[in-house]
């Protein structure tokens, strides 16, 4: 199966300041790669994904980057703001038994100081 | 419209007993899925419906774990024999039908402790 490696698993930033968190998989047949964002108390939300034939994809303040040889991908948040503390977790899709399974990192938690 | 709700919310058993927990997916999502989610952890598949039929349980821990969604909509996770590893947040998930890249939406869990 896949393994997604997710690093750092904590993050601490100033208001303002940029967040970036990395992601490794391992199944090189993994083509879908969704970032989710959960809040205390809540299920996952999707904030956004890349899909393997794209190297990058931007959502206002958010991006994603993806580079297929290496099999790693990162998460790019700027100008952050205190509302953007959370868990954030990578996921890398595998293909089985003709369904599409999500594996997920062991997540990042990010604190915004105000 | 709604969004994927799961109940109970909070669930507390004692060792040794049975527990179900109810998973309410988006209207018309074909595809339900769900997983495990230990305390500081991601959340790890357990199995995945669509429609009524079970097409993936690779992830069930072990035969104490048992899920079902007889009408295709509605689904249960129950768990037999409950014991203290089982202790975690259970999330259900629904999506359209599961192709490579559709999105699935995530209900609020289910907190189970086992005593």
């Known amino acids: 199966g896949e393994n997604v490696e997710q690093h750092p698993s904590t993050l601490s930033v100033q208001e303002g300041d940029s967040a970036v968190i990395k992601c490794t998989y391992s199944?090189?047949?993994?083509?879908?790669f969704p970032w989710y964002k959960q809040e205390l108390g809540k299920g996952p939300q999707l904030i956004i994904d890349?899909?393997?034939?794209?190297g990058e994809k931007k959502d206002q303040r958010i991006a994603v980057t993806l580079n297929k040889t290496a099999k790693h991908f990162s998460l790019h948040i700027t100008e952050t703001q205190p509302e953007d503390s959370a868990v954030y977790f990578c996921?890398?899709?595998?293909?089985?038994?003709?369904?599409?399974?999500?594996?997920f990192g062991r997540g990042t938690s990010l604190i915004v100081h105000p | 419209g709604a969004g994927v709700s799961q109940s109970p919310r909070y669930k507390v058993a004692k060792r040794g007993q049975d527990v179900a927990l109810r998973c309410d997916p988006i209207?018309?999502?074909?595809?339900l899925f769900w997983y495990q989610q230990a305390l500081g952890q991601g959340p790890e598949f357990l199995t995945y419906?669509?429609?009524?039929?079970?097409?993936?349980k690779s992830g069930l821990p072990s035969d104490r774990f048992f899920a079902e969604r007889p009408e295709g909509s509605v689904s249960t996770l129950k768990i037999q024999r409950t014991q203290q590893e089982d202790s975690a947040v259970y999330l259900c998930?629904?999506?359209?039908?599961?192709?490579?890249?559709?999105?699935?939406?995530f209900g609020p869990g289910t907190r189970l402790t086992v005593l």
């Open positions: 996921a890398a899709n595998f293909a089985s038994g003709g369904s599409y399974i999500p594996t």
């Open positions: 998930a629904s999506s359209l039908p599961a192709g490579a890249y559709n999105e699935q939406f």
């Open positions: 890349i899909r393997s034939n794209v």
């Open positions: 419906f669509q429609n009524e039929a079970q097409l993936d």
């Open positions: 209207s018309g999502h074909v595809s």
């Open positions: 199944d090189s047949a993994s083509n879908y």
